[in-house]
Every structure is written in structure tokens, then in C-alpha cells.
């Protein structure tokens, strides 16, 4: 997984409250072997209207998504990540996020930032025409214009995304425990050993 | 060295016995790495976890303690033409899945049994038949029906396509340690009541969700007198009771069961095996953080009237009204489940009639299962009201015993169809649905909205009810069906 430090770019100013993950990434894009390609399927329905936001040239690429209340609220589904991740999104920023969503998120690398509504309203302004910038580290957001806000974050996963460490990078750092752990296990049940194998 | 892998002096019951013997690393949160040592993995829930091994450029890191079968997509018609060629997958859908799955085992260097390989078959009936899943292994599949492998005491539970990702990577699982909870049975089982009617009826005592946050541990006389098969049915259903996973402690009758199956351990290391496995048994003196007695006696063969599997009766029973429940969810739940179920409270389970058999699934489809539906097949020939029947054998292995002992000609001569082994009209993911609006009498282990196709009306049973519904063409007591039954 890439290090996340310094997000910077142009935004979407899309400021919707209670965007569940049908809407982020509709069911039948379920059934795919793939989490590559889902950003195809991403805000399907929205895109369907000419002159959406999503489409507008003015936005495209943005790494940044600015958003409403309960953002990824509704089905636990993981594809919700795997899309906004696919479409070059790496930081949200919203009023409040369901937990799982936040969860999965931050699983495939992409920073969750809460700001109040106040501060919502302003960088959705600044969004129209200039740039944003995501400091992790300094955990700010700021913009051209001297605006700063600060945002909280859990000390492990701030550490996690800076490090570029997801979960299964976090563990595969515990690679001497682990071996560890397997010399001692085939000591004692030998048998085990064969698996599959067997 | 046994001190290391987590032998603790104080009384402690077979749960905390394999949690400990496989922590590798405790956070100061309570949280632990826990090593797991056996992965099945199947085609639905893998395709990703594969993929984000191959992003990352990750390695499986154990594949020698991963096992990949394919079983929830494939049809049960049969794979192969006359002349022994495959035969294509109609739904693009499904080809690709399981396309995706005969690639991505051999790239990572997984055992893969394929789709026409004899010993194919579900997962759950896969592992304890080859004796991949043995007692004290800690055992993980994208499947919430692991569970089953609790019967061999193995502790068992499924896992979400993340996980399974993060098993493949590093043959480890962040875990949280569960409570207990101890089901003993006690008495023998009455003519015609089987491991399932048990199932339904502990489902019905504690509740869809009375297992949530335990792994259950099955003890008492009624237990130990079951066959392997018997505790495979009793702990797959653990998840039904809301439990992540259940446990019976091995006995000779599992080394029985185990000993000669072809990953399972040989020779010295066999015996030592089963010296190991005769300790893992929950010690006097610990304690449960909760117990729940049932008297087998009081057990009848037992089916389900609504959408949840703690929705059960005995067959003599009737349906019940909404109105005798006491909690209000659960009266506004049972009216929903009536209205689908297309019941009347006050009839009688007997008298309806059902048009589909479903006879298969990781619950029921061991040999066992087969001949206590073949029992009551025996000469006998399915109602004319009957218009779907299949039998479903969990596994290649099962088709070919099955055969052996002639029970296929019993259930094709009773107008059943003998098909593939897979996961079938268990679910509607492959070709294999009951139509909207009709009933199943099935052995399968979801009773839930939609599970068997949409609309489809469920009602679970054991394979010897099962067997008896299709004779009869509704619900039907298998104890007055008379003959071997
Ligand atoms: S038979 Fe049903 S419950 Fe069992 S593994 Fe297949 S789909 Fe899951």
C-alpha cells in the first residue's frame, strides 16, 4: 500500500449527506472477481445525469472528495472502497462517516477526514476554483487562501497509513513472531506439518 | 516447550485450550494474532484476496495449509460429455469465478481439486473427508458455514474476503477471544430423530442470535453417541444459533473416523496425534459463561414455518400466531414470515404441501444423510404434487459410496434426480432454485427470504423428513412412514 502524507489536488465538491454504498458503487457491480475497474461503477447512478459533477473535466482525476453527513453509511460492502480507491480518490473529507466505511477506508489506504459542517461549507467553496491540501502528519487541511482546519485521527492509523502499512502489511511486520511460532507448532504437533500436502 | 504453546495449570474448557495453543502474539488491547492452520478457500469469496495478494506482490505464505475447492457456483448437472471433454458453464458470471479460481491456485501454489476431480465436492465435506481438517487445528474459510468442522473439535468459523486476503499473506488472524457457552444433551434420540432435528431444536432453545459473541461447545451423552456425521450436522448449524463457531470434543469415534483418510496424519506421527487429541477436552472444573441443558427425549423430528432457523416446530405441531410470541419484534417478524411463507397460524404442519425436495448441502449430504433418505425411499416413489426432487451428494467421494450401496438406483426408481456434488439449491448462486412462490422441504441449513431463489418458501428438515415429504408430497412425520425408516 502507498504511504499517505500529503494529499493535494483539486476536489469534488459534492457536500451530499447520507451517501450509502449503493450509491457509491451500485449492487450489481458485486459480482466482479476484480476490485481493479470498480471506479467504472463508481457514483453510477449520479453519472447517468448529464453535466454531473463526476464527469465535469474541471474535477477529473481529483484526489479529493468532499462530502455530507454519514458518508458511507448502509451495506458493509468493501467494493465501496475498492471504487472510490480505483476512481484516484485518497482522502474524503466529511462532517461524519459510518464506521465500517471508515473501516474499510482506511483498510485500502484512503485517509478519512472529519471537519465540521462550517468547515465543510468553506472548502466546498475553495474547491470551485483552487486546490486543497491534506496534511496527515500535521493532521491540517488547508488551502490558497490562509484557511486551516484541524482534524483528529487515531494515533495507530495515522501511524498505519504514513508507514503505508495496511493490516496485512501491519502483521507481516510480525514475521519473526510468526516463524517463531511455526518452529515451535511443528515441534509439538509434527503431524500438522503436511496440510494439503499430506 | 508445551508451556510456550500456551499449557496452563487452572481448569480450562477445549475452547481456551485451542485459542491458546495458537496465540502467537497478544496486543495490550486484548486483541491476539492467532495462527490458523488450515485454509479452504472456494470460488466466491477469493477472487479479490487473490488479486490484492498480486497488487501488493504478496505470496501466499503457507500454501501447503490451503486447501482450494470449487463448490458454491458450479451446477450439479454433470461436467463432463460422453466422450469426456468438459462441458462449458452457461453463466458468465459463475465461468469466471470459478475461471478465476483454477488459475489462481496453481499461481500461488495451492492443492486445487477441480471441478471433474473425484474427490470435488463442498468444502465442508471436502476437509473432514480428506482429513485436512483434523482435531486442535485452528480451521478458516469465506464461508460462515465452517462452523462444521467444529464436530471433528477443530475451532472453525468463517471469514470475509479480507481476511481471507490477510490469511493467505500471513497464515495469521487478529482475533478477540470468545465466551463460551456449553449445550449438553443429554438421553438417547428417539426413533426417527436425527443430528438435525437436534440442530433445529437448540436453534429453537437459545435463538437465532442466543450464540452471538460464544463459540458453543457441544457436550452430554447425545453427543458422544453421534456419529461423526452426525456432529458435523450439529456444529455447522452453530452459526445458525448466531454462535461463530461450535465445538465437540474428539473421541475414538472421531480418530475412528479419521484414521487412514489421505491427509490425515500416518504412522508414529498418528499415534502421537491421537495421544495429543485425547487432552483436548474441557477439564473438570472449568467453567462456561453460560450452559444450556436440553433431554433428548424430549426431541421430535422437527421443521422450520418461517424465515429464520429459530423458527421451528415439531412436525406434530401446528403454525404458530404471530400473537403467542411475547416480544413485539418477534410477533411483527413471525407476520412478515407468515406472509411469505404463504401460512396461516393454527394449520397444521402436516398438512402442507410441498413441490421441490432439496436433499444435500454441507449440513446433510454425507453418506449418512443419503441412507437415511434412501430408507424411506426404498420402494416408494415421489408424489405426483412433487415436481422438482434432487439429491445432492456433498462430495465425489459420497457419489461413488452412495453408488456402491446402490442408493442412487433407490432414488432415481423413486423419481428423485442424482446429481453432481456442490452446494446447489443450498443457496441460489448457480443453477439449482426453487421457484417464487413454491415450497422446498429441505436439508439444507438457510431457511432465510430468498435463499433457495427469490420468493422461494423454505422449510428445513432432516433428510429422512426430507425423503418422507417427497412420498408423501407435504410435510410428513418419517415415524409413521413404517419400513426401515
Ligand atoms: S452448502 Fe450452503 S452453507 Fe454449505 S458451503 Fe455451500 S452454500 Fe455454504
Redesign the interface.
Given at each position: 500500500?502507498d504511504p499517505v502524507n500529503h494529499v493535494e489536488g483539486k476536489a469534488y465538491p459534492f457536500g451530499r449527506k447520507n451517501v450509502d454504498t449503493d450509491v457509491i458503487i451500485p449492487a450489481h457491480w458485486l459480482?466482479t472477481?476484480?476490485?481493479?475497474g470498480l471506479g467504472r461503477g463508481a457514483f453510477e447512478a449520479l453519472r447517468a445525469e448529464p453535466g454531473n459533477l463526476f464527469d465535469d473535466p474541471a474535477y477529473a482525476g481529483s484526489p479529493i472528495l468532499i462530502a455530507g453527513d454519514n458518508f458511507g453509511c448502509g451495506s458493509s460492502r468493501?467494493h465501496a472502497a475498492?471504487a472510490l480507491g480505483d476512481m484516484g480518490i485518497k482522502a474524503v473529507i466529511a462532517p461524519s462517516f459510518s464506521d465500517i466505511f471508515s473501516g474499510n477506508a482506511f483498510?485500502n489506504g484512503i485517509l478519512t477526514v472529519v471537519l465540521p459542517q462550517e468547515a465543510i461549507d468553506r472548502l466546498m467553496e475553495v474547491a470551485k476554483t483552487d486546490e486543497i491540501h491534506v496534511d496527515l502528519e500535521n493532521q491540517t487541511v488547508t488551502t490558497p487562501f490562509q484557511d486551516r482546519f484541524s482534524f483528529e485521527i487515531d494515533p495507530f492509523r495515522k501511524q498505519c497509513l504514513m508507514g503505508g502499512l495496511?493490516?496485512?502489511?501491519m502483521?507481516?511486520a510480525?514475521d519473526a513472531?510468526?516463524s517463531n511460532?511455526?518452529q515451535?507448532?511443528a515441534?509439538?504437533?509434527?503431524?500438522?506439518?503436511?496440510?494439503?500436502?499430506? | 516447550?508445551?508451556k510456550?504453546?500456551g499449557m496452563a495449570s487452572r481448569p480450562r474448557t477445549l475452547y481456551e485450550k485451542i485459542w491458546d495453543a495458537h496465540v502467537?502474539?497478544q496486543r495490550a488491547d486484548g486483541t491476539c494474532?492467532v495462527?490458523i492452520?488450515?485454509h479452504l478457500v472456494h470460488e466466491v469469496t477469493s477472487?479479490?484476496a487473490f488479486?490484492?495478494l498480486r497488487?501488493?506482490g504478496?505470496k501466499v505464505?503457507?500454501?501447503?495449509?490451503?486447501?482450494a475447492v470449487p463448490d458454491h457456483n458450479l451446477p450439479t448437472t454433470p461436467r463432463k460429455d460422453a466422450a469426456g471433454n468438459r462441458l462449458p458453464i452457461a453463466d458468465p458470471?459463475s465461468a469466471?469465478?470459478l475461471a478465476?479460481l483454477e488459475q489462481n491456485a496453481p499461481a500461488f501454489g495451492?492443492?486445487y481439486i477441480g471441478a471433474t476431480d473425484r474427490e470435488q465436492g463442498i468444502v465442508h465435506v471436502v476437509g473432514p473427508e480428506q482429513?485436512?481438517s483434523?482435531p486442535?487445528?485452528t480451521i478458516v474459510c469465506g464461508d460462515s458455514h465452517t462452523a462444521c468442522h467444529g464436530g471433528l473439535g477443530a475451532l472453525a468459523f468463517g471469514i470475509?474476503?479480507?481476511e481471507v486476503?490477510?490469511v493467505l499473506?500471513?497464515?495469521?488472524l487478529?482475533l478477540t477471544p470468545s465466551k463460551t457457552m456449553e449445550v449438553r444433551v443429554e438421553g438417547a434420540l428417539g426413533p426417527g430423530v436425527t443430528a438435525k432435528d437436534l440442530a433445529l431444536e437448540i436453534i429453537r432453545r437459545i435463538g437465532a442470535a442466543g450464540g452471538t459473541g460464544h463459540v458453543i461447545e457441544y457436550t452430554g451423552s447425545t453427543i458422544r453417541a453421534l456419529s461423526v456425521e452426525g456432529r458435523l450436522t450439529v456444529s455447522n448449524m452453530s452459526i445458525e444459533g448466531g454462535a461463530r463457531a461450535g465445538l465437540i470434543a474428539p473421541d475414538d469415534v472421531t480418530f475412528a473416523y479419521l484414521k487412514g483418510r489421505?491427509?490425515?496424519?500416518?504412522g508414529a506421527?498418528?499415534d502421537?496425534?491421537v495421544s495429543?487429541w485425547r487432552t483436548l477436552v474441557t477439564d473438570p472444573g472449568a467453567t462456561y459463561d453460560r450452559t444450556v441443558l436440553i433431554d433428548a427425549a424430549e426431541i421430535a423430528p422437527n421443521v422450520t414455518w418461517g424465515t429464520s432457523p429459530e423458527d421451528v416446530v415439531p412436525i406434530t405441531g401446528v403454525v404458530p400466531d404471530p400473537m403467542d410470541f411475547a416480544d413485539p419484534s418477534k410477533q411483527e417478524a413471525a407476520r412478515k414470515s407468515l406472509a411469505y411463507m404463504g401460512l396461516e397460524p393454527g394449520m397444521r404442519m402436516q398438512d402442507v404441501a410441498v413441490e421441490n425436495i432439496f436433499i444435500g448441502s454441507c449440513t446433510n449430504s454425507r453418506i449418512e444423510d443419503l441412507r437415511a433418505a434412501a430408507a424411506v425411499l426404498k420402494g416408494r416413489k415421489k408424489a405426483p404434487g412433487v415436481k422438482w426432487a434432487i439429491v445432492v451428494p456433498g462430495s465425489g467421494l459420497v457419489k461413488e459410496q452412495a453408488e456402491a450401496e446402490g442408493l442412487d438406483r433407490v432414488f432415481k426408481d423413486a423419481g428423485l434426480e442424482w446429481r453432481e456434488p456442490g452446494c446447489s439449491a443450498c443457496l441460489g448462486m448457480n443453477p439449482d432454485k426453487v421457484p417464487p412462490g413454491e415450497r422446498s422441504a429441505s436439508t439444507s441449513n438457510r431457511n432465510f427470504v430468498g435463499r433457495q431463489g427469490p420468493g422461494a418458501r423454505t422449510h428445513l428438515v432432516s433428510p429422512a423428513m426430507a425423503a418422507a415429504a417427497a412420498v408423501t408430497g407435504r410435510l410428513s412425520d418419517v415415524r409413521e412412514m413404517g419400513g426401515d425408516a
Open positions: 500500500m459480482k472477481i476484480s476490485r481493479i468493501e475498492w483498510k495496511d493490516e496485512i502489511g502483521t507481516m510480525m513472531q510468526i511460532y511455526e515451535r507448532a515441534a509439538a504437533w509434527p503431524w500438522q506439518a503436511g496440510g494439503a500436502n499430506a | 516447550m508445551l510456550a504453546l502467537v502474539d494474532l495462527f492452520d488450515r477472487p479479490q488479486e490484492g497488487v501488493a504478496r505464505r503457507r500454501p501447503d495449509l490451503t486447501l458470471e469466471q469465478q478465476a495451492i492443492r482429513g485436512f483434523l486442535g487445528t470475509g474476503t479480507s486476503e490477510h499473506a500471513t497464515q495469521t487478529l489421505p491427509m490425515a496424519p500416518k506421527d498418528w502421537a496425534a495429543y
